[in-house]
């Protein structure tokens, strides 16, 4: 199949591979928790008459850019604004028990990164803003209010940047001065910390995608939904989720993990007592990867990981 882009330039990322895991050509209730421009949710729609989604974003830009693209598809589509941890809610609110099959395309979408107005991008210069709710507090919120100990723990765990000290500290000497609330006024401050290296990766690349996961809570929520998704899976069908970055894949292989496992007895116990019987398999051993050609036509492919588990039995 080729990949469409659409207006903004958007490709769906393992597209394919997604539709060749879900199966929407037999028809069903799919969610797409994670909405975007809907170009995953528009090719599944496209999959079959039979098809009916239900659409979440927290995003409410993305959710009406979304809702005009699947407008064609009529009363086949429900979109919901919220936030995917609180599908069991939402579902219940739709009056559906079961799916047949969902998606979760995690992060950040093209849009969210090309408007300059959202702060999501070091490459645009505007407010330091990153909310995908647009509500709450903003990147430049916890810039200006948290102290140094908290800020250096969001650049280390959640960027796994190495000079996030550094980068702290200044940040909290810098404030007292001006305010830090521009993408190109924090891009340069991280740039007086760590010295940029020919050939490397941005140093500023690592700060901004702790400070969006920060503002926007990304991993808290995660495992909720992982759960959640999982207990509302008929029987045969899949739940899929697209990660960006080792934080959000290591959950997403964990919570799989523990949903295949057979038997949840300490190991220090002699005999099995729970008596679990396997109700999920794991459809990708190891995550599916972009190919070098997805890669080359849409660079935003490059970190994905693709996992699929799938409801085999009923408990
Ligand atoms: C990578 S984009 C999805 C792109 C989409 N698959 C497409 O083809 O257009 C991720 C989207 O998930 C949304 N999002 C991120 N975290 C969310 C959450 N916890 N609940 C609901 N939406 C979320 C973002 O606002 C963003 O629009």
Redesign the pocket.
């Known amino acids: 199949m080729e990949e469409k882009s659409d207006a903004s330039g958007?490709v769906?990322v393992l597209l394919p591979e997604v539709l060749e895991l879900l199966q929407p050509g037999r028809g069903g209730i799919f969610v797409?928790?994670?909405?975007?421009?809907?170009?995953?949710a528009e090719a599944l729609l496209d999959s079959g008459a039979e098809v009916r989604l239900v659409g979440?974003?927290?995003?409410p830009d993305?959710l009406a850019l979304a809702g005009e693209r699947l407008a064609r598809f009529g009363s086949r589509v429900s979109l919901v604004a919220?936030?995917?941890?609180d599908l069991a809610e939402i579902l219940d609110g739709l009056g559906v028990a079961r799916v047949d099959g969902v998606l979760a395309?995690?992060?950040?979408?093209s849009m969210?990164l090309d408007r300059a107005e959202r702060g999501f991008s070091f490459m645009r210069p505007g407010p330091l803003d990153m909310r995908?709710s647009r509500a709450g507090r903003s990147a430049s919120d916890l810039v200006r209010d948290e102290d140094r100990d908290e800020l250096e723990r969001i650049f280390w765990e959640y960027g796994e940047e190495p000079m996030a000290g550094k980068i702290a500290r200044l940040i909290v000497e810098k404030r007292k001065g001006a305010p830090i609330d521009t993408t190109d006024g924090l891009r340069s401050l991280v740039h007086a910390a760590v010295p940029r290296r020919p050939g490397k990766i941005d140093p500023a690349t690592r700060v901004f995608q702790a400070l969006r996961i920060a503002t926007?809570q990304?991993l808290t929520?995660l495992t909720r939904f992982l759960d959640d998704a999982i207990e509302r899976l008929s029987l045969g069908s899949r739940l899929t989720v697209l990660s960006y970055h080792s934080l959000e894949d290591r959950i997403v292989k964990r919570t799989f993990a523990r949903h295949t496992a057979v038997c949840t007895c300490p190991p220090s116990f002699p005999a099995c007592v729970c008596a679990r019987k396997r109700v999920m398999a794991l459809v990708t051993r190891q995550p599916i990867r972009p190919s070098d050609e997805e890669v080359s036509k849409n660079p935003r492919s490059r970190s994905a990981r693709l996992r699929a588990i799938e409801r085999t039995g009923e408990g």
Do not use: F, K, W, Y
Not at 105 to 109: N, T
């Open positions: 958007h769906p797409d928790a994670t909405l975007g421009l809907g170009g995953h979440i974003d927290r995003d993305a919220g936030r995917h941890e395309d995690l992060g950040v979408s969210q995908m926007n990304e929520g």
